[in-house]
T-cell receptor, first 116, second 113 residues
Framework: AQKITQTQPGMFVQEKEAVTLDCTYD???????LFWYKQPSSGEMIFLIY??????QNATEGRYSLNFQKARKSANLVISASQLGDSAMYFC?????????????FGTGTQLKVEL | DSGVTQTPKHLITATGQRVTLRCSPR?????VYWYQQSLDQGLQFLIQ???????AKGNILERFSAQQFPDLHSELNLSSLELGDSALYFC????????????FGPGTRLLVL
């Protein structure tokens, strides 16, 4: 079975500072993918960044980067130069192949609040 | 805007009733996924369709069913509704159904009274 753990229910960060949101995972699949999604208060789920288990380099997308440490089974999201609009719930998710299909298993999320 | 559309945005109904949620995937996407987000269960995968065929099943109740039509839109049918079915229901899509990113629709917020 796959499991995603996000241990930070809530985080505060000051505008323009960097913040790291933690994510650890557990899987027996040899190949898997890790995703981060953002959910603003309006409710939609916005894809941010993806890391494949065999990717040699950490993924980056603009101000978002994924600190992937395979041996530690962690996939932390780093947001640089935080903006007020980054205030939202952030979900880490894993895609595995066990059982077929392409389902995502989500963590419980981290609520990020960016302050002036 | 992800390109995935869901209707209706909000739905209020009573216990015991039946509702249908509709999803149109992004243009070119063959695979559709349904997820449920509730306060007590978090985000859970319900079911996946690929080009009209069921591909994978998750924690979907027997009272719930889904299908994907030839034009690739999908419907999630929820029957004999209970208070605990109140949740945000998401549809997501991707092109081939394996490996790629899933793009989520805006969700349908269901309230069962």
């Amino acid at each position: 079975a796959q499991k995603i753990t996000q241990t930070q229910p809530g985080m505060f960060v000051q505008e323009k500072e960097a913040v790291t949101l933690d994510c650890t995972y557990d899987t027996s699949d040899p190949s898997y993918g890790l995703f981060w999604y953002k959910q603003p208060s309006s409710g939609e789920m916005i894809f941010l960044i993806y890391q494949g288990s065999y990717d040699q380099q950490n993924a980056t997308e603009g101000r978002y980067s994924l600190n992937f440490q395979k041996a530690r089974k962690s996939a932390n999201l780093v947001i640089s130069a935080s903006q007020l609009g980054d205030s939202a719930m952030y979900f880490c998710a894993m895609r595995g192949v066990t059982g077929g299909g392409n389902k995502l298993t989500f963590g419980t999320g981290t609520q990020l609040k960016v302050e002036l | 805007d992800s390109g995935v559309t869901q209707t209706p945005k909000h739905l209020i109904t009573a216990t015991g009733q039946r509702v249908t949620l509709r999803c149109s995937p992004r243009s070119g996407d063959l695979s559709v996924y349904w997820y449920q987000q509730s306060l007590d269960q978090g985000l859970q995968f319900l079911i996946q369709y690929y080009n009209g065929e069921e591909r994978a099943k998750g924690n979907i109740l027997e009272r719930f069913s889904a299908q994907q039509f030839p034009d690739l839109h999908s419907e999630l049918n929820l029957s004999s509704l209970e208070l605990g079915d109140s949740a945000l229901y998401f549809c997501a899509s991707n092109e081939r159904g394996v490996g790629e990113t899933q793009y989520f629709g805006p969700g349908t917020r269901l309230l069962v009274l």
